[in-house]
């Protein structure tokens, strides 16, 4: 019997992770002023092995979505995207003006001070999902992310 138990933990160590770690640095939300229903989420991921951040949820908002913003014909516009690729070990920023989650039809506004729970959902390559529990905190509405993050 223990025979058989080794080889199980072993064969399950040499199969590798299933689910590509991710690291989640530097969250936050952007505060919103009364009657606003959206807002943006923002932060820094960096993944072990390929992933790809699929989708997000969190329960003050009533949508949320992975959108990008994009440059067509001198106008910037935002759009929905199925995904964010995150390659191994590169460090991949979801920020205004790129990348980012947006939070819509809010249940109550955001406030400085306020913590926004995310759920963000990644993808290995394999296909496996993994769910990661962020807790952002909300900074004011003119702040574009941290002056001191080297870009």
């Known amino acids: 019997m223990k025979k058989i138990l080794v080889v199980s933990l072993v064969s399950a160590v040499l199969a590798g992770p299933a689910i590509a770690q991710v690291?989640?640095?530097d969250a936050w939300v952007r505060a919103t002023v009364a009657q606003q229903k959206v807002t943006g989420a923002f932060m820094r991921l960096t993944a072990a092995q390929d992933a790809r951040l699929v989708s997000a949820d969190s329960p003050v908002a009533g949508k949320v979505e992975i959108h990008e913003m994009v440059m067509e014909k001198d106008v910037m516009k935002m759009r929905p995207v199925a995904a964010v690729e995150l390659p191994a070990g590169r460090a991949v920023e979801l920020k205004?003006?790129?990348?980012?989650?947006?939070?819509?039809?809010?249940?109550?506004?955001?406030r400085v001070g306020d913590t926004v729970p995310l759920t963000l959902v990644v993808e290995s390559r394999s296909g496996k999902r993994e769910s990661i529990e962020v807790a952002a905190p909300?900074?004011?509405?003119?702040?574009?992310g941290r002056a001191d993050h080297g870009h």
């Open 23 to 25: 690291q989640v640095e």
């Open 96 to 110: 205004p003006g790129g990348h980012h989650v947006m939070l819509f039809d809010l249940k109550q506004p955001v």
């Open 138 to 144: 909300v900074r004011p509405l003119n702040q574009a």
